[in-house]
Structures are given as structure tokens and as C-alpha cells.
Nanobody, 124 residues
Framework: QVQLVESGGGLVQAGGSLRLSCAASGRTNSRVAMGWFRQAPGKEREFVATINWPGGVTTYADFVKGRFTISRDNAKNTVDLQMNSLTPEDTATYYC?????????????????WGQGTQVTVSS
């Protein structure tokens, strides 16, 4: 089993920034792609960003529009999501996920492990 723990969420004003981090532990295999998803109240969980192993390829949801950056530190088994220019529409619980495949992916069904999520609230 792999455990994923997110951190870095919180309350921020519109226009501000947050950096989310996800730490993997347990039976980790470093040759895995990672992703970030989010879920707002009453909405489906949606794709935000993904990064392949070892980290040279990334894909983002259209709504990111250059505001977010996903990165990974393979030595530490962590993946981060730097979020800038936040808006109230970014308010959601953000989830980290990993898949037993080196190729990045944007669909929930392609991921094998999920974290518990970290709350991001953006005030107007």
C-alpha cells in the first residue's frame, strides 16, 4: 500500500498564492506518475494537473491558465502544486493521487492511490 498525505491548504485572499505538498510513504515505487485533483462542494472531483516520472512532462486543466505549477522531488517522494493568482472559484478540497505507471494521466480512473485531501479556501 501507498499512503499519500497532502499539506499546505488554508485560507487565502483572492489574488494570493498557496503551495500544496503531497508526501508518499509505504510501498512506494518512484516510477509513478502523480496528479492533483480538486472537488468543490456539490461538484464532481476534477483534474487539475499531472506530472510523469521522472518529471519532464506535465499536463494542466484548462482553467489553470498558467497559474499553477506541478513539480516533484523524486528523492523525497513528494509532489507540489504551486498555485498563484487564486480566485474564489479555486475553493475546493485538493487531492493528491498516484498511479502505477510512469506516464501522466488526467482521468480519476487511471489513479491507484489517493490522499485524504487538503482544504483550500479563497476569499473575495
Amino acid at each position: 500500500q501507498v499512503q499519500l498525505v497532502e499539506s499546505g491548504g488554508g485560507l487565502v485572499q483572492a489574488g494570493g498564492s498557496l503551495r500544496l505538498s503531497c508526501a508518499a510513504s509505504g510501498r512506494t515505487n518512484s516510477r509513478v506518475a502523480m496528479g492533483w485533483f480538486r472537488q468543490a462542494p456539490g461538484k464532481e472531483r476534477e483534474f487539475v494537473a499531472t506530472i510523469n516520472w521522472p518529471g519532464g512532462v506535465t499536463t494542466y486543466a484548462d482553467f489553470v491558465k498558467g497559474r499553477f505549477t506541478i513539480s516533484r522531488d523524486n528523492a523525497k517522494n513528494t509532489v507540489d502544486l504551486q498555485m498563484n493568482s487564486l480566485t474564489p472559484e479555486d475553493t475546493a478540497t485538493y487531492y493528491c493521487a498516484s498511479r502505477r505507471n510512469a506516464r501522466q494521466a488526467r482521468y480519476r480512473s487511471e489513479y491507484d492511490y489517493w490522499g485524504q485531501g487538503t482544504q483550500v479556501t479563497v476569499s473575495s
